[in-house]
């Protein structure tokens, strides 16, 4: 299988590195994967090197700048700010098997927006290692931040540990 994701996606990694750790940090991640020019951002390059940035984040800098950096992707990719500027959570995660289907090539991905107080993000064929499945909750956690809703985000499958998909319940209201 052909999997292949945006230049916009790596970009955004490599934004978030740059924005946490300077431009050193973002030439020694790049230097250590052997990427060598930037991407870009309409362009579809192999999803490895993506994964690839996030096992770099995790054995140099740890796994909770994985979920920070899902987070700031999310903020950046114009399509979806775009998006949220106009529409609430429920209308940016109808949206949102469309969207992704712009900007990967590989997987697809099930919300389920029937029951109120809980949303259900179902990524098949999408996450191959734990670090992509850490930046997915990134990513839910971004979606709520950016309109405004409060909720909690929690991981209920994996497909990396076997399960037909990944799965995130998205928990819609203040915390209990
Ligand atoms: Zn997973």
Known sequence: MDKRVRGSVVNGYLGFIQKKWGKVGRSQCMEDIGLEDNLAAGQYYHSQISENILRWISREKGNEYIIEAGKFV???????KWLVRFANFRT????????????????????????????????YEVNFIKESCLAWQGVCEGALEMTKTPGTVKK??????????????IFLGAEQ
């Open 74 to 80: 999310v903020g950046n990719l114009g399509i979806i």
């Open 156 to 169: 209920t499958k994996c497909r990396v540990d076997g399960d037909p998909c990944c799965e995130y319940s």
């Open 92 to 123: 940016v995660a109808n949206k949102f098997p469309a969207n992704y289907s712009e900007i990967y090539t590989h997987g697809r991905v099930e919300v389920d927006t029937e029951k109120d107080d809980t949303y259900i993000l179902r990524l």
